[in-house]
């Protein structure tokens, strides 16, 4: 557990910083609150949780053997994690023709097949819900326009 909390924190840190870095490439608006200042924000946060997750690994296995040993990597979870990454390119590159509906359920349920779930309904249900969660808080309460399917 506490190397793993050591692994999933560095994880999460290099991803936050890939995230505040892409939002460079947002425009520059001045009519409202910007594009970039939401994901700088969550970026942000992510990057100070994760360091607290990586200092509580180090200080949990200082405390238990001592010292701190190596670091063994679960390889399994490494090419899920890769298998992930590639999905979610490849979805941002499909999203503008197929759309949030469509590209977003499968989206989900290709992230929930490769952590390993198996039962069909908890995919579908999970994949449907969280799209429509997702949605509503974007285009409905956010109004922020999404992705259409090409032919609509």
Do not use: H
Not at 86 to 100: P, R, S
């Amino acid at each position: 557990m506490i190397k793993n909390e050591i692994i999933y924190g560095t994880l999460f840190l290099l991803i936050s910083i890939l995230f505040f870095a892409l939002t460079f490439q947002f425009p520059d608006i001045t009519i409202a609150l910007s594009p970039k200042v939401f994901p700088r924000f969550v970026s942000s946060c992510l990057f100070i949780l994760s360091l607290a997750l990586i200092f509580q690994g180090i200080k949990k296995q200082i405390q238990e053997k001592g010292e701190l040993k190596k670091l063994e990597i679960n390889k399994v979870f490494i090419i899920r994690f890769i298998l992930l990454f590639v999905f979610a390119v490849i979805y941002m590159n499909i999203l503008e023709f197929l759309g949030y509906v469509i590209a977003t359920p499968l989206f989900i349920a290709i992230s929930l097949i490769i952590f390993n779930e198996k039962r069909w309904y908890i995919i579908v249900l999970i994949s449907i819900l969280t799209t429509l969660v997702l949605y509503a808080i974007f285009r409905i309460v956010f109004r922020v326009p999404l992705p259409r399917f090409i032919f609509w």
